[in-house]
Nanobody, 124 residues
């Protein structure tokens, strides 16, 4: 079991930045991890994935604006979000799995552990 706790959400104006953190109860160096988000008008969708080796993959709408990274010494996953837009508003979830650590798939069902989410609101 891996417990995940997100933090860092909040309200920001368009063009601003936020830094989300996800604290894991166990080693993140063996995990494939991701950030997902869900808004009132969309199903939960992936933002970014990072595999065990540190390779990353981004959903098209956030590429160039968001950066996913991990600090294995602190068992923490980070999502740096810059140039935020109102359409980035939503609940952001951290997810992890101990299986297939080198994969970079965007499939929600591939992730076994989820946090409770942190709200991000971007106003125009």
């Amino acid at each position: 079991q891996v417990q995940l706790v997100e933090s860092g959400g909040g309200s920001v104006r368009a063009g601003g930045s936020l830094r989300l953190s996800c604290s894991a109860s166990k080693y993140t160096d063996n995990c494939r991890m991701a950030w997902f988000r869900q808004s009132s008008v969309k199903w939960r969708e992936v933002c970014a994935v990072i595999n065990r080796s540190g390779t990353t993959r981004y959903e098209y709408s956030v590429k160039g604006r968001f950066t996913i990274s991990r600090d294995n010494a602190k068992n923490t996953l980070i999502l740096q979000m810059n140039s935020l837009k109102p359409e980035d508003t939503g609940m952001y979830y951290c997810a992890a799995t101990l299986t297939n650590g080198e994969w970079l798939t965007f499939v929600e069902s591939h992730f076994d552990y989820w946090g409770q989410g942190t709200q991000v609101t971007v106003s125009s």
